[in-house]
């Protein structure tokens, strides 16, 4: 038995999922991966920071909705930076918002985490986006790892399944549907919806936020290109001089007119290897029925390798949820630590 | 640079894939992957033995039929056992022809080789789906690896996507389009052929053999879902204790009336955990179009993981073809060197 050591940075939705999962699969984790998790400590800019060295009770934090809540016992005088350095713990996991300008705070989180010779493991895709480079070398020079599976597509091994399986195989291409909001307007929009009905729709079931460009206009998904651009192809782009077009002036007469010729509108994502390096673009295109990324329905995801050898590789997921990022999370630790 | 030297078995369709990929790559591996690859070795029942401990000449080896037309002072005085043995080599590749009853020669040449200290990897079903358990043992003790993931969807990597990234979210459930051959007869008749005329058609594109038994009366699909069963679940299952039921009986009117209703019949192989173990079956199942199984075109193949974290999750890929094997064994190679 293996018993891992976690500070957690963020105890927010995607953060909660995680407590619940550690939970739920606490025995199939003991018994069939030989590893035992354990949460030292939480910071949140919101509530500070606790701090227990042999760790927090699960189904407690799980029912809380910030620290207050929990047992005043536990040490709280540490800051972000502080819990990151001091507390006992082999692995910080981040969890702070994500900003893709600047990819802070979470850049600087991570940082430290990796110099402290600390594992890293992050959902956040500004970190990874914009300095991952940076990162992974002090990562190396520190003797640990960076977990980023939950980046693109949530749980789904997108990235996994092209670093550790298709790269030797000459990958030379990718396009994804990476953003389930703008996929989940456009499916509404085929069942006969107008635009402004379905962003209505997806922002009453949580999909869209209030302020919806980061998906309709396609800035998540130049996010999650950069990261495939960097960490499959090796060639970093920023997310902003990504060639992007969003969703929003998709009518939904365009999107009946090409169901009638059995085709559909997606967002896709896409990178290639081209003779003058990569490139990489967020645009609507319409997609024939054969293709399975035209068949993805609601807020689905998918991503599609083309190889040298192989021809093409279709994996189709879920790309968010607190449940399918918790599970990203669970699948780096399992990387690290088994 | 790392020089890794190769031992062949088998000179047949996915042997010569693997030469012409180990030519055609040869630039990508040395700059991409710090990886050259030399074949020291090669044998087949039919032609014998020829061995050189600097390598053999790839671009000679690819256009010839035998090893009569290769140079005649090669060493050629191995049989195959001799060769795994002797030749200098670091990894056996082992392709010969599959038995799913014994798994014979090639689980014999898979113990040779873990027993002389040389990774195996192989595409071949018999010695995997009947004997994984005796050889993973062989190879932990003698301190090597076995690569296999060319036995289940050739170079679309299932097996690692399940073991390497799924595992640990808890997969409980696993269904799959896993034979191309009989996915092209069903696909044949949506377009209107009977079976008779769909099996003539595969026959001629070399997809089905002279007697199509195995694939259209699920025995190979059983093979793989053997497999599945064990390197995922842990649970061995021989391949003839699998519920068996073939496609032959289906007619182009069951397929039609299907299609009326937006359904889809599929050859399905799956295995999944209950509380009495694993059950697994091999029998076609009609999907609807919704399910993405059901959108399977022609030869290709496709599978999908049920997971308590994730729900589902679908890899699309190839399941057969020379190169695509070769993408198979090419993984694995990187996988064991890099």
Redesign the interface.
């Known amino acids: 038995m293996k018993l891992v050591k976690i500070g957690m940075i963020g105890f927010g939705n995607v953060g909660h999922g995680f407590i619940q999962?550690l939970i739920?699969?606490k025995a199939?984790?003991r018994n069939e991966?030989g590893l035992e998790f354990l949460i030292t400590s939480i910071t949140d800019i919101r509530y500070g920071t606790i701090y227990h060295p042999d760790g927090l009770p699960l189904k407690k934090l799980a029912s809380a909705h910030d620290f207050y809540e929990m047992d005043p016992s536990y040490f709280r005088d540490w800051n972000t930076i502080q819990m990151i350095r001091n507390a006992e713990s082999d692995v910080i996991i981040e969890l702070s918002f994500t900003d893709l300008k600047t990819g802070e705070p979470a850049v600087l989180h991570c940082q430290e985490a990796l110099l402290s010779g600390k594992h890293v493991i992050t959902s956040n895709k500004g970190p990874i986006a914009l300095h991952y480079s940076m990162l992974k070398g002090l990562a190396r020079d520190n003797g640990v790892k960076i977990g980023c599976?939950g980046t693109v597509m949530s749980?789904?091994?997108a990235l996994?399944?092209a670093i550790?399986?298709?790269?030797?195989?000459?990958v030379t291409e990718i396009k994804g549907i990476l953003n389930g909001t703008t996929n989940f307007i456009l499916t509404e929009m085929e069942n006969g919806s107008s635009y402004d009905e379905a962003l209505k729709e997806a922002q009453r079931l949580g999909y869209a936020e209030a302020d919806p460009s980061g998906d309709v206009e396609g800035f998540d998904t130049a996010g999650k290109v950069a990261i495939l651009s960097h960490l499959v192809f090796g060639t970093f782009i920023k997310p902003e001089n990504i060639e992007r077009i969003g969703i929003s002036d998709i009518t939904v007469e365009d999107v009946q007119e090409a169901l009638k010729n059995k085709m559909h509108w997606k967002l896709i994502g896409s990178v290639k290897k081209t003779e003058n390096g990569v490139e990489a673009s967020v645009k609507p295109i319409m997609l024939h029925?054969?293709n399975?990324l035209a068949?993805i329905?609601g807020a689905g995801n998918a991503i599609q390798y083309r190889?040298?050898?192989?021809?093409?590789?279709?994996?189709?997921?879920?790309g968010a949820g607190r449940?399918?990022t918790?599970?990203a999370l669970?699948?780096d630790?399992?990387?690290i630590f088994q």
Do not use: C, M, Q, Y
């Not at 040298?308 to 189709?316: F, V």
């Open positions: 999962a739920e699969k199939f984790f991966l599976e749980g789904s091994p996994r399944l550790d399986s298709l790269l030797p195989t000459g029925e054969d399975p068949n329905k190889s040298d050898l192989l021809g093409e590789i279709t994996l189709i997921g879920p449940k399918e918790a599970a669970i699948e630790l399992v990387h």
